[in-house]
Structures are given as structure tokens and as C-alpha cells.
């Protein structure tokens, strides 16, 4: 039977190897939430949520709280159901992205599991491997010279630069990752921390030192669409939409104001199932996409490396979150290739 039979909901803290620093602050671990689930035949599914104030609006309290709440709203349910179970508890806690993104997982993954396919099958695809860049803080100069030589030597083809604090001193760092490792993609990500004027200033003083970037991501506040259109009018430089797009909503705002090139898609913040419909959104406007990740174990990353592979959507891929930890919730390569399997998203916590 498929029936759910128990759900367990639990803190998962995993520290951090060293702290990560953004524009909207700095984490020395992620406080996140992990969601089981049981059905009558004793197959397991597993999920993960990132709850982060300043992201999601959720704190780990709260975020534990309403999953165990949306569990009530599961248990005696058939997972053969399960967009209606998704449209259930996601109706019912509108704003709790992190806690939802939690139970929806653990909802596909133990589906999957009892059918012994790959979650990236629900998406129309085999579990092929996916290749994912590195995420440098922000930190000085010398720090981060020595971080993308050394993610280079590791074999990572694509960085991705944390800005946002003070913008000459954002330069300087990026004009240094650049000559420390001249042959590596590099995207930059403001997290709201620029005005546009300050981005289009950065943008033309990295390109007069020569430094080529693949995007800048979200560099104004999220709700300033108007500021991000303002920004893709005067740059050559790709503009990113992140926090600007938590849904499929969101999604077509920007694209009727002409704000993006591209759009970050985060199952954080859209969850599994809509992002079907972010993607038809997108490639309807002819936007490219990339898929993001929050700091995440390796089940988190391991459901949103299915989610690429599945759908052969994503040009870009920006899923290290677990590369970031001391331990991960499961032995798993952290290098630059996500190799992953099914049945489900294929992780099974020790």
C-alpha cells in the first residue's frame, strides 16, 4: 500500500566548514528541517528544507512547526496522489517556503522509491550526472585569490562570486578570482545589496579590466523589479532574477517588464512541482535559467540535480550548498560533478 503511515520532523543543523558571508549576512551553519516519511509497506522518503529569515521569511522554529503541521494534513493519504498532496499542504501555508519544500520532497521521494525510478524521471529525464560551479564568499582579496586557484585545481569550470557589501572592494576581489584563475566562468550575485547605479558602475569597471562575466545576479532589493529592468536597459552583462522570483507569479512580472535574462529558480523557494511551470514561463519569453540551491545536505541538492536532469532546462547550475558543510548527512563526491540515482533522489540519511 501506498498509504503515508508516519511522518517524522526533525532539526537537521549541519555546521558550515568555514563561515559564508553574503550582503544579507553571514551563516556559520544551516538551521535546516528534515521530514520523513513512512508508508504502510515501510518505504521511506526523504526531504529537506533551508529555512532562512532573510530568504524564506522562516526561522527553523517556525519552519519545524508547520511541517509537523502539514503533516497532520498527509498521514492516511495515498502517495499515488501526490500533486494533489503538494497542492494540500502548500495551499494551506502559502508563505512557509522551507517547511513545504520539506514535506513535498519527502512526498516525491518515498512515491518514487515505492516505484523504483528516479525523481528525475517525474521530470521526463534519466539521472544523468550534472555539473555545478563553486560559490566564493565574500572575504579579502587574498583569501579569495586563493580559493579559486584552488577550486580550479579541483576541477570546477564555473565560479560564482558573493558582492554586495561595497562595491570597489567587489572590484578588486573579482578582478583577483579572475587573474588567479583566468580559464574559470565567472558569475557574480549581489543578493540586493547594489542600486542600480552601483551596478552598472560595476559592471563597466570589471569589463574595462577585462573580466567577462556570465551574469550578475540579483544585485538590487527583490521587490524592485523596475530597478532590475533599469539595470538589463543600461549593461552588456546578463541580469539574473533570484530572490525577485520565489514563483510562477513572480515569474511572468518579470518577464512583462523585461527585467531579466535569466531567471534563478530555487526549490527553496518554488518548490518541485512549480517549477514546471517556471520553466514553460521562461522559455516561452526565450530567458535562459539556472537552478540555485540554499546551504543544503545532499538531500536538498541531490532533489535539485534530478530536477535539471529531468527536464534539460537549466543553462546554468549553482548547486554547492553541501560542498560548504563539515559532514553531509551522506557519503557523496564533492566535486564539481553531482553524480546521482534513483530510486527517488537517491540519498538515504545515516
Known amino acids: 500500500m501506498s498509504e503515508i503511515t508516519n511522518v517524522a520532523v526533525e532539526p537537521l543543523d549541519l555546521p558550515l566548514s568555514e563561515p559564508f558571508e553574503i550582503s544579507l549576512g553571514t551563516q556559520y551553519e544551516a538551521s535546516n528541517v528534515l521530514v520523513t516519511i513512512e508508508t504502510a509497506d515501510g518505504v521511506m522518503g526523504y526531504g529537506e528544507g533551508a529555512p532562512v529569515p532573510t530568504v524564506t521569511g522562516e526561522t527553523q522554529g517556525a519552519a519545524l512547526f508547520t511541517a509537523d503541521t502539514m503533516a497532520d494534513l498527509i498521514i492516511g493519504e495515498d502517495t499515488v496522489h501526490y500533486r494533489r498532496l503538494v497542492n494540500k499542504i502548500r495551499s494551506a501555508f502559502p508563505g512557509m517556503a522551507a517547511a513545504a519544500f520539506a514535506v513535498e520532497t519527502a512526498i516525491l ?65 573579482v578582478v ?9 566562468h565567472l558569475k557574480v550575485d549581489a543578493n540586493q545589496g547594489w542600486t542600480p547605479k552601483e551596478t552598472a558602475w560595476f559592471a563597466k569597471e570589471v569589463e574595462k579590466r577585462d573580466v567577462h562575466l556570465d551574469l550578475i545576479e540579483q544585485p538590487v532589493l527583490k521587490d524592485d523589479v523596475a530597478g532590475l529592468a533599469r539595470i538589463r536597459d543600461r549593461v552588456d552583462t546578463p541580469v539574473a532574477a533570484d530572490e525577485a522570483v520565489f514563483n510562477s507569479e513572480d515569474a511572468i512580472e518579470v518577464v512583462r517588464r523585461n527585467a531579466a535574462d535569466i531567471i534563478n529558480v530555487k526549490l527553496g523557494k518554488a518548490g518541485v512541482l512549480q517549477v514546471a511551470d517556471i520553466v514553460s514561463i521562461a522559455k516561452a519569453a526565450n530567458l535562459e535559467l539556472m537552478l540555485g540551491c540554499m546551504l543544503e545536505s545532499a538531500i536538498g541538492i541531490h532533489t535539485s540535480a534530478h530536477v535539471v536532469a529531468g527536464t534539460g532546462a537549466f543553462s546554468y547550475v549553482d548547486l554547492d550548498g553541501n560542498l560548504l558543510l563539515a559532514d553531509d548527512v551522506a557519503e557523496v563526491d564533492h566535486g564539481p560533478t553531482i553524480d546521482i540515482d534513483g530510486p527517488g533522489h537517491g540519498i538515504t540519511p545515516e
Not at 522509491?113 to 555539473?131: M, Y
Not at 560551479?133 to 562570486?161: C, E, M, Q, W, Y
Open 176 to 184: 583577483a578570482i579572475h587573474e588567479s584563475a583566468p580559464d574559470v
Open 109 to 173: 521521494d518515498v512515491y518514487c522509491r515505492e516505484r523504483d525510478i528516479a525523481l528525475s524521471e517525474l521530470f521526463g529525464g534519466p539521472p544523468t550526472s550534472v555539473e555545478t560551479d563553486l560559490t566564493i564568499p565574500i572575504v579579502d582579496v587574498d583569501t579569495a585569490r586563493a580559493s579559486a586557484t584552488n577550486a580550479a585545481a579541483d576541477g570546477f569550470d564555473h565560479l560564482k562570486i558573493k558582492t554586495g557589501n561595497d562595491v570597489h572592494e567587489d572590484v578588486e576581489r
